[in-house]
């Protein structure tokens, strides 16, 4: 198809019609209303859409690179297997959009209002989402190189199975947020807010959440391995068959989080709160627990076996069969040992059933 010209354009959209195979290389359509036109197979390349209504709008096989979206209204807007390269979406407003099986390579979604959008199967490198509002994004098993989430707002948001170690997070927050899954290993998070995260079965290793206020977070079966939480406040937090070997929980309000199952040889949770804590079956192997509060703590069956408790707040603490060899107490005293309905419970085997008679 020939080359098109902007008043073609716009009466192809009006009856929401196919465009397909055009090459629209450089054409000023800003401020155009395109709503519910569909492009198939068409070359984009240096098309400024700024400010334009793209509402309903399917780019399909569409070459896109250059082009500019600054402003531009996405509602219902579909890009599929379509190349992205060196475009601004800068300041649109977006709801409702999908980018899937695309290649997105320097585009920029800074100060975007996002409501509602979904990058699936896609492969993204150097996008940038600085300082925008970002409400129900979606991206679930991309390929990501660099994303920047400077001073971005992530909320009601899911990033499933990403790799988000080249990612920059720095001054954003996060509201009901999900990492499930992801690769976050090495990021720093130091004195953020998160409320309501999930990072269950996320690499969190070597992560830095230092100082960090973190509410309703869950870290079930996370890699841990050496993570700063020194000074963190994260009351309830679960860490339920998370590795945390090495982590450092120094000073942090760890009040009646979860443990059960939790593998932490080698940590530190010195002067830590971990008031009603629950360490059922925890690996605490020469962790280092001195000073740290564990009043009304449920340790039974952890191991403590080379446990360091020098100082620590027992008072009440469930030690039921725990295993402390090497382990070193101030005060044991005041904490409660095996409990005697507990092993009984334990212990309790049903009664072999008698070989019936024929």
């Known amino acids: 198809m020939a080359e098109m010209d902007r008043a073609t354009i716009e009466r192809l959209a009006q009856d929401a019609d196919l465009l397909s195979g055009a090459t629209l290389r450089g054409l000023d359509l800003r401020g155009a209303d395109l709503a519910a036109l569909r492009l198939d197979c068409c070359v984009l390349d240096g098309v400024d859409l700024g400010g334009a209504d793209l509402t309903d709008c399917q780019f399909t096989n569409c070459s896109l690179i250059g082009c500019g979206f600054a402003a ?81 707002h992530l909320e009601r948001s899911v990033l499933l199975d990403c790799d988000l170690r080249q990612a920059d997070f720095t001054g954003a927050s996060f509201v009901t ?27 969190l290793t070597g992560c830095d959440f230092s100082h960090a206020r973190i509410r309703q977070g869950n870290f079930t079966a996370a890699r841990l ?20 070997e090495g982590a450092d929980f120094s000073r942090a309000d760890l009040t009646q989080a979860i443990w059960q ?65 090497d382990a070193r107490f101030t005060d044991r005293a005041r904490a409660l040992g095996d409990d005697p309905e507990q092993l009984a419970a334990e212990a309790w085997r049903p009664r072999p059933r008698p070989d019936s008679d024929d």
């Open 72 to 152: 531009a209204r996405l509602a219902d807007t579909l890009f599929h297997a379509t190349e992205l390269r060196t475009v601004s979406f800068a300041e649109a407003s977006i709801e409702n959009a999908n980018w899937h099986e695309c290649r997105l390579e320097s585009v920029i979604f800074d100060r975007v209002r996002l409501n509602r959008a979904v990058f699936s199967g896609s492969r993204l490198a150097e996008i940038g989402f600085r300082g925008s509002r970002l409400e129900q994004l979606v991206m679930a098993n991309p390929s990501c190189g660099r994303l920047d989430f400077t001073g971005a």
């Open 261 to 325: 199952g939790a593998r932490a040889a080698g940590a530190s949770f010195l002067r830590a709160n971990l008031y009603q804590g629950n360490f059922l079956s925890a690996d605490l192997d020469k962790t280092d627990l001195r000073g740290a509060d564990l009043t009304y703590a449920d340790l039974s069956h952890a191991n403590l076996e080379g446990a360091d408790l020098t100082g620590a707040t027992l008072f009440r603490a469930k030690l039921h069969r725990v295993r402390d060899r």
């Open 225 to 244: 391995q050496g993570a700063g939480f020194g000074g963190t406040l994260a009351r309830g937090a679960i860490f339920l068959q998370a590795d945390l």
């Open 177 to 203: 947020l999900v990492f499930n899954k992801s690769n976050l290993a090495g990021q720093r998070f130091a004195g953020q807010d998160f409320d309501v995260v999930q990072f269950s079965e996320a690499d």
